[in-house]
């Protein structure tokens, strides 16, 4: 391989961080800079609608590093100041304060920015969003007894942010457009206990689609539905999903996907010296062959391992293909929600262990007779021993028990 | 090696046990981790490494330097 000297990183969360770390663990001692489009060093988003909003955290928890684990990177760290422009040509990154970092190898780890409504695409107050620190905090700051929250989204973050604010006594009304709100998710089974438990909590569920937020008096005041009628409120979240922060790759050659994401290969990369990894990279799903890109915390640290890896590999060979097993969880009322691969698209919901109704279980869940997810409560250890399953997308029942029992111990590449 | 966790930060995830399972664990109940070795011995070192660079939650730190014990 040719002397790599020059490495950056763009986007300083976690699939930057990790990109970083990993290119150091394996021994790049080259120049390494880190470029962030916000001041704080890389921190956590998970807990950003969890402890951070209901205020047991303080922003410092949030550090994905000490500041001393960060120094032993010896990065160049550019934080607050966003990518303007990549010249491929050139391998130039052209920053927004007008400098420029030049590098053989780019890992493109921007992420995604929270979709807006009209009448609130620009800052407004009471209308919230809630991606960065920042958001978490002015979303905080509103959120007292009697606040009239309206969320509007029917996802994760939507379902964790109402229960979170429910729990500091304010009035939730949960827009979702969906009949099953997360069943696309969890699966139907989970979806139904979860928003049991929301309704059980006084959260009130509305079905609609959002299409504006509603101004008074310089402020957000509600949301006017598609259908014309008005939900009234102190306050807005805006949790309708994101769209990958890529427009600053315009014209620079790098191949976004239909949705706009980095439409990488196999291999995460993106062209030659171009790499993506996290919220905003895509690529084709080696055992469908279709594109995906997971909006997921533990997919941004494997995709970002797994292109440091292979843009450490060199151009020939020992690249690798990325093929994870994607992980969630969701932290809703004192129960943990976790998943592995994809149970929303599942036909059927086996139980191997538990019971939803005592929130506690453990359940493959099954695609045209292969499992191809899997989700539980308190069950960690049956839910691990699935992850295998998953993995392989075995057919069910599992044709031999002793597998399924020592599957967990087996050695384990997570991608 | 001095391994440390921090369980209200753990997510749960596994990934630790996956990589390293003589040095980490989960309890059932909601698959926080549970560190079964801090001082694991050397050729179980690259596996602890493993394991915290995979953690989602970045709650296991290793302390490198060689073991005073």
Not at chain 1, 1 to 17: H, K, P
Not at chain 1, 158 to 167: P, R, Y
Request: proline share 7%; charged share 20%; with cysteine.
């Amino acid at each position: 391989m040719t002397a790599l000297r020059e490495v950056a990183v763009v986007g300083a969360g976690a699939a930057g961080l990790h990109a970083a770390e990993a290119l150091r663990r394996a021994g790049y001692d080259g120049r390494l800079t880190l470029i962030g489009a916000e001041d704080e060093p890389p921190y956590d988003r998970p807990p950003l609608s969890k402890h951070l909003l209901d205020g047991q955290w303080q922003p410092d928890r949030l550090a994905l590093r000490s500041p001393d684990a960060l120094a032993e990177l010896r990065l160049d760290l550019r934080l607050g100041v966003p990518a303007e422009r990549l010249d491929r040509q050139a391998r130039t990154v052209h920053l927004a304060d007008g400098h420029q970092v030049r590098c053989q190898a780019v890992v493109l780890a921007t992420g995604v920015r929270p979709r807006r409504l009209p009448g609130a695409e620009a800052p407004l107050p009471g209308a919230h969003v809630l991606r960065t620190l920042a958001d978490a905090l002015a979303l905080r700051e509103e959120l007292r007894p009697g606040t009239r929250l309206l969320v509007a989204g029917g996802g994760l973050l939507g379902a964790e942010a109402a229960a979170t604010a429910v729990g500091l006594g304010a009035e939730v009304v949960w827009l979702v457009s969906a009949a099953a709100p997360l069943a696309a998710v969890l699966g139907a089974e989970t979806a139904a206990l979860l928003t049991g438990l929301h309704r059980e909590h006084g959260v009130r569920i509305h079905r609609g689609t959002a299409a504006a937020v509603v101004r008074r008096r310089g402020r957000a005041a509600g949301v006017r539905l598609a259908d014309g009628s008005e939900l009234a409120a102190d306050a807005v979240l805006m949790a309708i999903g994101s769209e990958p922060a890529t427009e600053w790759l315009a014209g620079s050659g790098v191949p976004l996907d239909a949705g706009g994401g980095v439409a990488c290969d196999a291999h995460c990369a993106a062209g030659p010296g171009v790499w993506a990894a996290g919220d905003a990279a895509s690529w084709p799903d080696p055992r469908t062959g279709r594109r995906r890109r997971l909006e997921q915390r533990t997919n941004a640290t494997e995709q970002a391992l797994h292109a440091a890896r292979n843009l450490l590999a060199g151009p020939d060979g020992a690249r690798q293909a990325y093929a994870p097993v994607p992980y969630l969880w969701t932290d809703q009322y004192g129960l943990r929600i976790q998943a592995f691969g994809s149970p929303g698209t599942a036909d059927r919901f086996e139980l191997v262990d538990g019971s939803p109704a005592d929130h506690r279980f453990a359940a493959a869940c099954l695609h045209r007779g292969r499992v191809t997810g899997a989700v539980g409560i308190a069950c960690a250890r049956a839910l691990r021993q699935l992850r295998a399953q998953v993995a392989a997308h075995a057919p069910w029942p599992p044709a031999d028990p002793v597998t399924r029992q020592t599957a967990d111990h087996a050695p384990a590449r997570l991608s | 090696m001095l391994v440390q966790i921090d369980q209200e930060k753990c997510c749960g995830a596994g990934h630790c046990v996956l990589a390293a399972p003589d040095v980490f664990d989960q309890r059932d109940e909601d698959g926080i981790v549970v560190l079964l070795d801090a001082r694991p011995p050397a050729e179980l070192h690259q596996a602890v490494q493993d394991a915290a660079a995979v953690c989602p939650a970045a709650a296991i730190q290793l302390d490198q330097a060689p073991d005073r014990a």
